[in-house]
């Protein structure tokens, strides 16, 4: 191997004004993001309150005029080591001062010139190593590789972003409530465990198949559970890896991919968010993406190039197989399709045992309950809600996870993370208000799901919550109970206007709003609920590139689109003055129950309908036809 001086001067010119723009980079965010460089890990000014009421934070260095801290930590969750978190503090949190100050905590405050002349000390140090270490990797690089400077960078073949793992140790077991998809995979797993027995009839089996399903429903975790029954190392990538800044890149990976999957077939190869690269092709919106395009043909081109009999088999994942390009889906590439879905009750019960083997759950915990109160939950969320709950037992130091903190990591995987409560004021009560008026309305409408909870515990985004207990089967639903979900949405914004005034009405039925509108709306466009007739007008699925209403929109002329408009605006008017003649009868008995909340700031279902049933003339439940 020739290298000459000339050679090397020639590579440290540009590698050199590189990595002078790189350090000039670096240097700069030093001086606003110098926290990064002391403490790696970050909190939420939430969870970092949360920590302090546990006496878990023992000193806080503020730095960047107390817009930032830096927090030395140390509690059971977090390996009872001292940790050092940053944490971003809303506009300083002046009272936040007293508070430490209450809690005995160690504060420090850092002027900013401070900590940045610590740093260029340090970068003129830095910088000739980084220069040395510039030179040393170049030596390497063209040691490595022979033929011209033009191949000395391997650009874009350097590092392949796949991950292989030669065993995955998941097995069947450790996925529930998909029966349907393993049994389909049962075949795919003695294929690769026996090859010859197929080959010897001259069976051939599918190369790809494609998974399709919601998130966190186990499709990444089905596709390791095929490796690892199968024995066989799985190799896998994202698709969102391929999309890359260089042209070119994406189509290299893929090759490299295929090449290291063919040297150890038999075996799986997992590309995650496929339609990241798989989208249709020649769209045109936004500009045609080359880099996507050539991946994409270098992925058919692998497909179509090795025989089914090769042993690699490609499983591919997304939740959106209406995007894909249809030549993904040809015979030969991937013409399977498993659905996965969210699981129902007995779905969830098996992936809650999973999930519960490792846990310490006390006897009174009922898997069959939590199934139950869980509809709609992924087994990512189960695994979710499981591990939230043994947290809480460990920070409220109990041996085993008992109903109370199951009942409160539902309510955070739901609705996040739970917030102080106001002090009393008149927003307070406003909340109230608008919180009993959701729940009288779902408690006085027979075809509404019944009060679980009213509570002004905020959450997440939510100053108060009401929830509702779901039916089981969500699948189909008739109109009156949408009528009557409108209408329970609309109860926090009426019990405003009715109590308050419309001039005091505030943003916080924002939400509450896009719901009923979307309810109505789709009675129209797409369930044939309205005078319009029984016409389908849009589809379910939105493209992300484009409005909802514009990618979704089947064609109709501008006559049936102001009718839409129209009938949606009336279903509205309707359910909103049903719903503003509930608030205005029941105005005793909601005064009752928001000074009730106001006092206990959570009433369970229970409760609330026995204080609904004492004071109102209404003997049944209303129904509403409209
Ligand atoms: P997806 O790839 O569909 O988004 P994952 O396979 O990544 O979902 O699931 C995330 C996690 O959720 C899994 O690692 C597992 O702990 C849990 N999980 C999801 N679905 C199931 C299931 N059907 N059975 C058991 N655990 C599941
Ligand atoms: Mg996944
Ligand atoms: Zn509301």
């Not at 308050?500 to 509108?517: C, I, K, R, S, W």
């Amino acid at each position: 191997m020739k290298l000459s001086w000339k050679t090397i001067l020639l590579w440290s010119l540009p590698i050199l004004i590189v990595i002078f723009f790189l350090w000039q980079g670096f240097n700069n965010t030093n001086n606003a993001d110098f926290g990064k460089n002391v403490a790696s890990s970050r909190m939420t000014y939430g969870r970092f309150l949360e920590y302090l009421e546990m006496g878990w934070i023992k000193k806080v260095d503020l730095y960047d005029d107390s817009h930032t801290g830096i927090v030395e930590a140390i509690g059971p969750e977090l390996g009872n080591r001292i940790q050092r978190i940053r944490v971003e503090l809303p506009n300083g949190a002046p009272e936040l001062i007293s508070k430490l100050r209450k809690a005995n905590v160690d504060i420090d405050a850092h002027p900013i010139s401070d900590s940045s002349s610590n740093w260029s000390i340090l970068g003129n140090l830095l910088f000739p190593l980084l220069l040395i270490g510039g030179l040393a990797f170049l030596f390497r690089r063209s040691n490595n590789l022979q033929g011209g400077p033009g191949q000395a960078m391997g650009f874009g073949k350097s590092k392949a972003r796949f991950s292989m793992e030669a065993k995955t140790g998941v097995s069947f077991n450790d996925v529930a409530g998909v029966d349907e998809a393993k049994e389909e995979f049962q075949e795919v797993v003695s294929f690769l465990k026996r090859p010859e027995r197929f080959k010897a009839v001259g069976a051939k089996i599918p190369k790809g198949v494609i998974l399709v399903g919601p998130p966190g429903t186990g499709k990444t975790l089905l596709a390791k559970a095929i490796a690892g029954e199968a024995g066989v190392p799985f190799f896998s990538i994202s698709g969102s890896e391929f999309v890359e800044m260089f042209v070119g890149v994406g189509a290299s990976r893929v090759r490299d991919l295929f090449q290291k999957a063919k040297e150890n077939s038999p075996c799986i190869v997992f590309i995650d968010e496929i339609d990241a690269v798989g989208r249709q092709r020649g769209t045109g919106i936004g500009g045609g993406n080359d880099e996507r395009e050539q991946t994409l043909n270098q992925l058919l081109t692998e497909m179509d190039g090795f025989e089914g009999n090769t042993g690699v088999i490609v499983i591919a994942a997304t939740n959106r197989v209406d995007v894909l390009d249809s030549a993904l889906l040809r015979p030969g590439r991937f013409d399977r399709q498993v659905t996965v879905n969210v699981p129902d009750i007995r779905g969830r019960l098996d992936i809650l045992n999973v999930h519960a083997k490792n846990k310490k759950l006390s006897p009174e915990v009922s898997l069959e309950v939590i199934a139950k109160r869980t509809p709609g939950f992924s087994g990512a969320d189960l695994a979710n809600l499981l591990n939230e709950g043994a947290i809480l037992t460990a920070r409220r130091r109990k041996d085993f996870t008992t109903m109370s903190e199951i009942d409160a990591a539902i309510d955070r995987v739901i609705a996040g993370m739970e917030g102080t409560t106001l002090i009393d004021s008149k927003t307070k009560r406003l909340i109230a208000y608008h919180e009993v008026g959701h729940a009288i309305v779902g408690t006085l409408l027979h075809h509404h799901d019944p009060v679980q909870k009213v509570t002004l515990v905020p959450r997440g985004q939510a100053k108060g919550l009401t929830w509702f207990t779901p039916a089981e089967d969500q699948s189909l639903i008739s109109k009156s109970q949408i009528i009557a979900r409108i209408m329970g949405a609309l109860g926090g914004r009426v019990a405003e206007e009715v109590v308050f005034g419309f001039p005091e009405v505030t943003t916080g039925a924002g939400n509450d709003l896009q719901q009923v509108t979307s309810m109505a709306r789709q009675m129209v466009t797409r369930f044939g609920m309205s005078n319009i007739g029984p016409l389908a007008l849009e589809n379910q699925t939105s493209d992300p590139f484009l409005g909802r209403s514009m990618g979704s929109s089947l064609e109709y002329s501008e006559d049936i689109a102001s009718k839409i408009d129209m009938q949606v605006r009336s279903i509205i008017q309707h359910c909103h003055n049903e719903t503003t003649q509930i608030i205005k009868d029941n105005r005793i008995v909601i005064d009752k129950l928001v000074d009730l909340l106001i006092e206990k700031e959570t009433i369970n279902g229970e409760e609330f309908r026995n204080i609904v049933n004492d004071f109102t003339k209404v003997p049944d439940k209303i129904s509403y036809f409209s």
